[in-house]
Structures are given as structure tokens and as C-alpha cells.
């Protein structure tokens, strides 16, 4: 029995394992992009933040709105494994929406796939698949994740998360 979370799931994978092959080494990255030594990095549009479409400035608010309803019971230890689950399947729901619907031109497109990998990072901690870590690690993970979108890609009306980190 498939539940309804697994097309979100298997999407998100293979969003993940494409990001994480982009990015895998330098001289891989070389042979695919001459003129490019490396891929699925964070950096600017030649000094300027990407523009966004309406698909990934939904998908992002509908994270950042769910880690912002998550973090002040994160921080008070109220938090249990299944709101941990409940937040990481959100997440993951999220990219593999932003994955079917954005349209961005390449070089942005790049750049999100490394905030796709560092959303699949996160999500990964949160639902105790990272060895060593607690799943707050992940929360922590997940709010760094969106400073770095918001550093990257210009979102009109994009609202930052106050941590407490």
C-alpha cells in the first residue's frame, strides 16, 4: 500500500540525488560546464539577487510559514516525533511542488538546487536519518536554509524567521 506521502517523497529524493550529483566534485562539474568549475552553489546573479516565479515564492512561504509555526515550540521542547514528521513530510511536499512548477532560466535554477540539497539536508536531520543529531539541529537547519534563499533570490515581501540562534 503506496501512502500519500510517497510521490512527495520520491520526488524530493530525486530532487536530492540530482542536486547531490551537481554538486559531487569540482572536475565532474568542469567536464559537464566548461566555463564553469563548479555547480549547485549559492551565489548571486552578478552581484544581484535571482528573480523568483510565483511557484517557488509559494512553495518557500509555505516553509518558512510552517518552520515559523514549528520554532517556538522547538525551542520550549515541545516538539514530538510526530510534529517532526508532520514538518519534514510539509517540507519535502513543498520542494517537490516548487520542483514540478518553478520556471526559472538556468543559472537560477541552478542555485536553487543547492537550496533544494540544503532543504533535503535539513529534512533529513529532522526525521532522524543524520547520525549524531537531534532533529532541532534540522529546525536550525532548515531557518539557515531560508536566510540563504532570501540572500540569493529577490522575493518580494519575504519575511525572515526570528530563531532565537
Given at each position: 500500500?503506496?501512502?500519500?506521502?510517497?510521490p512527495r517523497l520520491?520526488?524530493?529524493?530525486?530532487?536530492?540525488i540530482?542536486?547531490?550529483?551537481l554538486s559531487?566534485?569540482?572536475a565532474?562539474?568542469?567536464?559537464?560546464?566548461r566555463?564553469?568549475?563548479?555547480a549547485?552553489v549559492?551565489q548571486?546573479d552578478h552581484?544581484?539577487?535571482?528573480?523568483?516565479?510565483a511557484?517557488?515564492?509559494?512553495g518557500?512561504?509555505?516553509?518558512?510559514d510552517?518552520?515559523a509555526r514549528?520554532?517556538?515550540q522547538?525551542h520550549?521542547?515541545r516538539?514530538?516525533?510526530?510534529?517532526?514528521r508532520?514538518?519534514?513530510e510539509?517540507?519535502e511536499?513543498?520542494v517537490?511542488y516548487?520542483?514540478?512548477n518553478c520556471?526559472?532560466?538556468?543559472?537560477a535554477?541552478?542555485?536553487l538546487?543547492?537550496?533544494?540539497?540544503?532543504?533535503?539536508?535539513?529534512?533529513?536531520?529532522?526525521?532522524?536519518?543524520?547520525?549524531?543529531?537531534?532533529?532541532?539541529?534540522?529546525?536550525?537547519?532548515l531557518?539557515?536554509?531560508?536566510?540563504?534563499?532570501?540572500?540569493?533570490?529577490?522575493?518580494?515581501?519575504?519575511?525572515?524567521?526570528?530563531?532565537?540562534?
Amino acid at each position: 500500500m503506496q501512502s500519500r506521502s510517497t510521490p512527495r517523497l520520491l520526488a524530493f529524493s530525486a530532487v536530492a540525488i540530482l542536486a547531490g550529483l551537481l554538486s559531487t566534485s569540482p572536475a565532474v562539474a568542469a567536464d559537464s560546464h566548461r566555463h564553469d568549475n563548479h555547480a549547485a552553489v549559492l551565489q548571486l546573479d552578478h552581484g544581484a539577487r535571482w528573480q523568483t516565479d510565483a511557484a517557488l515564492r509559494t512553495g518557500m512561504e509555505a516553509i518558512r510559514d510552517a518552520l515559523a509555526r514549528a520554532i517556538p515550540q522547538v525551542h520550549a521542547g515541545r516538539f514530538d516525533s510526530a510534529q517532526y514528521r508532520a514538518l519534514a513530510e510539509g517540507v519535502e511536499g513543498q520542494v517537490g511542488y516548487i520542483v514540478q512548477n518553478c520556471k526559472l532560466k538556468p543559472e537560477a535554477d541552478e542555485v536553487l538546487h543547492a537550496i533544494i540539497a540544503r532543504l533535503g539536508q535539513g529534512v533529513e536531520v529532522i526525521g532522524g536519518h543524520a547520525a549524531g543529531t537531534e532533529p532541532e539541529q534540522g529546525v536550525v537547519h532548515l531557518a539557515q536554509t531560508l536566510d540563504d534563499y532570501a540572500a540569493h533570490f529577490d522575493h518580494p515581501g519575504w519575511k525572515g524567521l526570528e530563531t532565537g540562534h
